[in-house]
């Protein structure tokens, strides 16, 4: 295999990948079949192995079961990709499934019995330091420092990634760096806005106005009433919530950095649901939108070409792809315009995106061979294990172009390759340049692609600015102790019930009695413990605090 030389750090990463595989429709199948153990030919990638003499050391790695490993290429934890890393890995891999979708249920699971693998691999955050708190993973300052040539040389130069993997005070999980690109996004008819004659929204109250005129001037043309203005999509950003720090939850616990004190704030959840009462109430967003649990009547209505404004994720993947095209199939006519989004009295922001950093791996405190495990990782992290695994065999799943892998046939990488995405959980996308771009698979000589790519470089520029920052002000390398996490859940559900009731319930309930009745109830539900918790937790270890506006600082390097 050839190299991809001298790739320079830009955007869309694995995450994308990531998002994009978990929302894949194929049929999945534990059918195992030859080709499920027919790895790829491992001669044009000698460059990729580094086979120590003797038997190799045995490891277990978790591995997320998406269940959808397409038939006859086996299962997630024996097809041509495990074959392939452990005909190459400088060690003997044994993978323990994590079904994604109830991953902490699983590990509790095999925690308990002893099972859990050496190299914990997970996404969530809380439930790493949760096992950090319980000591079931250990410090890596040592190993790192001991047995690592390629992450001791990665996380030397990042400041941020080193207190982002760090928990009180010490080293337990492993990162990797990842481009900034464009992940949720609001999306709006702009023919809509043409036929009736209206700008797009910048402000709040204009929103809601626009909103209104295409619940209510027929923007279709059909004659009828049937059309929706808008969703609750990223509302909450509206108003700087929808926080990235681990205990925060939107509209529920709203902290922010006040004369440099994180303290509980109850302003931006207030306005935040003045606002949804207005949609609602003026009948621009669905009555069952409280039902639509994972946004699929939202979808089915956008894509319909009944809905003025949506909101998604995963801009830059296939997931924003295929609504994209659905969108264009049904409405050929259509034209769509993705907005930032709109200004409020707490200042302009953007929704959540891919940060250019996360941390993905921990060691198991029972591992045996702690050398082993920082080797595989080490190995996951070589420029041609990396390539391999994203893009597949040079000749066979991609052909160079332009100095960047293209896909030679989509609908065989399909099967054989784009559902691998979890095998890359420690590839560090964030240096390895264009190539590794979303819109790099597409075809600007198809004018659906063009115009996708067209509308994720208006996403960039919509929400990739520290102009509109991310809501979320810091991350806290700490989290809530159990008896705090129990409070917050508990609350949690009674403080959705409150503003559930606040925006169905017209006059009868009010946001001033609303916002009353969920004071009261944080505060005697223990919420205050919550609340000073936190605002602790930032005075007491401000050194390891990661301010997320310095991430902007990141795009001018």
Not at 298 to 310: H, R, S, T
Not at 362 to 382: P, R
Request: net charge neutral.
């Amino acid at each position: 295999m050839k190299k991809i030389s001298k790739m320079k750090a830009t955007s869309v990463s694995l995450a994308l990948v990531l998002s994009s595989t978990a929302l894949l429709t194929a049929c999945a199948s534990d059918k195992k079949t030859d080709s499920a153990t027919t790895s790829p030919s491992t001669a044009s990638t000698a460059a990729a192995s580094a086979k120590p003499a003797g038997p190799k050391p045995k490891i277990t790695v978790s591995i997320y079961d998406r269940n959808n490993v397409p038939e006859g290429e086996g299962t997630i934890t024996n097809n041509r990709w495990t074959k392939w890393i452990n005909e190459n890995a400088p060690v003997q891999v044994e993978f323990i499934p994590v079904p994604r979708t109830n991953s902490s249920e699983k590990w509790n699971v095999l925690f308990a019995s002893g099972q859990a693998p050496d190299l914990v691999m997970e996404f969530s955050n809380p439930y790493m330091k949760d096992l950090a708190a319980k000591g079931q993973i250990i410090p890596l300052d040592d190993a790192i420092a001991k047995y690592s040539t390629n992450y001791k040389k990665m996380i030397a130069g990042n400041e941020s990634l080193q207190k982002l993997t760090r928990f009180n005070g010490k080293t337990y999980f492993m990162g990797r760096t990842l481009p900034f690109t464009a992940n949720h996004y609001v999306m709006i008819r702009q023919d809509w806005l043409d036929k009736l004659k209206l700008p797009v929204p910048k402000t709040t109250e204009e929103y809601l106005q626009v909103a209104k005129a295409f619940t209510e001037q027929d923007p279709d043309g059909n004659g009828k009433k049937d059309t929706l203005g808008s969703t609750f999509y990223d509302v909450d950003a509206f108003f700087q919530l929808y926080q990235a720090s681990d205990e925060t939850l939107p509209m529920i616990t709203s902290y922010h950095l006040i004369n440099d004190q994180y303290v509980r704030t109850w302003d931006r959840p207030k306005a935040d649901l003045a606002f949804r009462k207005a949609l609602y109430d003026a009948g621009t967003v669905d009555k069952d939108t409280f039902t639509d649990k994972n946004g699929a009547k939202m979808q089915q209505d956008w894509v319909n070409g009944k809905l003025g404004i949506y909101g998604s994720d995963v801009l830059e993947g296939i997931k924003g792809y295929d609504v994209y095209t659905a969108l264009m199939k049904n409405n050929p006519d259509a034209k769509v315009t993705i907005i930032p989004l709109p200004k409020s009295e707490f200042g302009q922001f953007s929704p959540a995106g891919a940060v250019p950093m996360q941390f993905t791996s921990a060691i198991n405190a029972t591992a045996k061979n702690v050398e082993a495990v920082v080797k595989y990782v080490d190995w996951l992290m070589q420029p041609e294990v990396q390539t391999t695994l994203m893009y597949g065999m040079e000749g066979v799943h991609y052909k160079m172009v332009d100095g960047c892998p293209k896909p030679i046939d989509t609908e065989k990488n399909k099967k054989e390759l784009n559902w691998n995405g979890d095998f890359q959980m420690m590839s560090q996308t964030g240096t390895m340049g264009k190539c590794v771009e979303y819109t790099n698979t597409l075809d600007p000589s198809k004018p659906v692609d063009k115009a996708y790519i067209d509308l994720v470089k208006q996403g960039r520029a919509a929400y990739i600015t520290a102009d509109r920052p991310t809501t979320s002000e810091v991350v806290l390398p700490v989290t809530l102790t159990e008896d705090l996490t129990v409070i917050k859940n508990t609350l949690k559900n009674t403080l959705i019930n409150i503003y559930t009731k606040a925006v169905v319930g017209g006059t009868s309930y009010t946001v001033d009695q609303a916002m009353k009745d969920a004071q009261d109830a944080w505060e005697k539900g223990g919420g205050k413990k919550v609340d000073d918790f936190l605002t602790k937790a930032y005075a007491d270890n401000k050194k390891d605090v990661i301010y997320t506006k310095d991430y902007y600082k990141l795009l001018t390097k």
